[in-house]
Structures are given as structure tokens and as C-alpha cells.
């Protein structure tokens, strides 16, 4: 039986593990890997504190994710098949390591956070 997402270290595994999936997909891995050449050391740090403050609301997070997405958005337009793709991988992500309250929440919430910024995009 997999455990529930309980700390900062079960936030890491999941955000490593979704991130070597995103860098190795033809949908979306080429707007991280040409379009905006993350600094993955920076983005990395940077979704810990993301996902962390999602679920355990720990105020460590600062940021913008709209303007960043508004940004990669500029140089490379994004089309709801790459949402779908990213939700996708997320939770197959979850599902692979995870189960429980804060996993389905995480889960819930990564959807939200999609739904919102295709919003944003795309009017």
C-alpha cells in the first residue's frame, strides 16, 4: 500500500519523478528544454516550495506562476493539449507514489491551478 503525501521529502519525490517525466515528453518537455532553458537546480527549489505551500500551506512560496506561464505562453503558444498532457503526467505522478487525503487534494488542486491559467490564456 502506498503512503499519503506527509512532508516536504514526499513533495520532492513527487515533483523529481514529474519532472523527469516532463523533460523526456515531446508535448511539453520542449517548452522547458528550448523554449525557456530552465535552470532546473532554481525551478526545482522553486515547485518544492509551490506544491509544499499547496498542500501544507506553509507560506514558502513566492512567485508568479501566471506571468511565467504568460511568458514561455509569448514565446511558444500553448494549447490545451499540452494542459492536458501536464495534468496527465502529474497525476499518473501521484498515482505512481501516492494515496491518500493530501494526494487526491494535490491531485484536485494541480486540475484548479490548470483550469485557471488556460483561463488566463485563452479567455
Do not use: C
Not at 502506498?2 to 513527487?14: E, F, G, Q, S
Not at 516532463?22 to 522553486?46: C, S
Not at 490545451?80 to 498532457?85: D, K, N, P, R
Request: hydrophobic share 40%.
Amino acid at each position: 500500500m502506498k503512503k499519503d503525501i506527509l512532508n516536504r521529502k514526499d513533495i520532492v519525490v513527487l515533483v523529481d519523478r514529474f519532472y523527469d517525466k516532463v523533460k523526456q515528453d515531446e508535448r511539453i518537455g520542449p517548452f522547458f528544454n528550448e523554449v525557456v532553458k530552465v535552470n532546473w537546480t532554481k525551478h526545482l527549489e522553486a515547485m518544492y516550495n509551490f506544491w509544499e505551500n499547496v498542500v501544507f500551506h506553509t507560506g514558502n512560496y513566492e512567485g508568479n506562476p501566471m506571468s511565467k506561464h504568460q511568458a514561455m505562453h509569448q514565446k511558444r503558444p500553448m494549447r490545451m493539449e499540452h494542459f492536458s498532457q501536464w495534468l496527465s503526467l502529474f497525476n499518473e505522478t501521484v498515482n505512481e507514489h501516492f494515496q491518500g487525503k493530501n494526494a487526491e487534494a494535490i491531485k484536485q488542486r494541480a486540475s484548479s491551478i490548470g483550469t485557471v491559467m488556460q483561463v488566463k490564456l485563452f479567455g
